[in-house]
């Protein structure tokens, strides 16, 4: 037994429940939001059944994967993505979910190493407008996505959306009920795609009643982080 024995299972029947309640037939993954986690967190959760793993910061991911080469993990990129984080990225990770610009999926496909699979690809939406977040318009998707699924050595696999938080589910609903729309458009543009990464901790029941496939959850299954502590002021 480990510490997450308990978690994990709570999760995957909190998800069954969503899917049984919303009549949704669609696969879902759980994919563990393990951003400032050490690797020997990480093992536990694999030593209790978990298999994707998301990491936003790089260097810190790339560690990480050293100390769990043992592991058979679905490593997922989750964060911003600057240019010059291309190249490693497309290189030790199995997914990326965070792309928004052409420019980052072409160094991406550029990187992609020929021993290794296409690397998944969903494209970041901001289906909010926020401008504190990353993401593409829904104007411009299309035509990005197009562009996207004729790279070398990606595969497109579906969107991802982080919208505004909200605790109200009928709202939390509404949400993600746009992206699986756009979802729905892009696949009757010809596309194949199968992925919806949306839903974390506070909002998964109403991602998955919409449609999602992978459900991105850090707080429910590690606890809270801590807060970060305030800077020193001057006397």
């Not at 790339?62 to 679905?74: G, P, S, T, V, Y």
């Not at 494209?123 to 197009?146: D, F, M, R, Y």
């Not at 050595?153 to 959306?161: D, I, Q, S, V």
Request: glycine content about 6%; aromatic content about 6%; proline content about 6%.
């Amino acid at each position: 037994m480990t510490r997450f024995d308990t978690p994990i299972a709570q999760l995957h029947a909190e998800i069954a429940a969503a899917k049984a309640r919303f009549h949704a037939a669609q696969p879902v993954t759980l994919c563990a939001v393990s951003k400032t986690q050490p690797a020997a967190v990480l093992r536990e959760a694999y030593a209790a059944g978990q298999r994707d793993f998301g990491e936003n910061y790089l260097q810190e991911a790339l560690q990480k994967q050293a100390e769990l080469q043992d592991c058979a993990i679905a490593w997922h990129f989750i964060g911003p993505i600057q240019s010059n984080k291309t190249q490693p990225i497309a290189q030790h990770f199995d997914w990326v979910h965070s792309v928004d610009r052409l420019k980052i999926a072409q160094r991406l496909s550029d990187a992609r190493p020929d021993s290794l699979p296409a690397l998944n690809i969903c494209l970041q939406v901001n289906i909010s407008h926020e401008q504190s977040k990353s993401g593409a318009s829904e104007a411009e998707l299309l035509t990005l996505a197009l562009q996207i699924s004729q790279l070398p050595r990606l595969h497109l696999r579906g969107l991802m959306a982080i919208p505004a938080p909200c605790s109200e589910f009928a709202a939390q609903r509404d949400q993600f009920r746009q992206v699986r729309a756009l979802f729905d458009q892009l696949n009757g543009q010809g596309l194949a795609l199968d992925t919806l990464s949306m839903g974390m901790s506070g909002d998964f029941a109403a991602a998955i009643a919409e449609g999602a496939t992978l459900i991105r959850v850090g707080t429910a299954l590690f606890g809270a982080r801590p807060a970060k502590s305030p800077a020193p002021t001057s006397l």
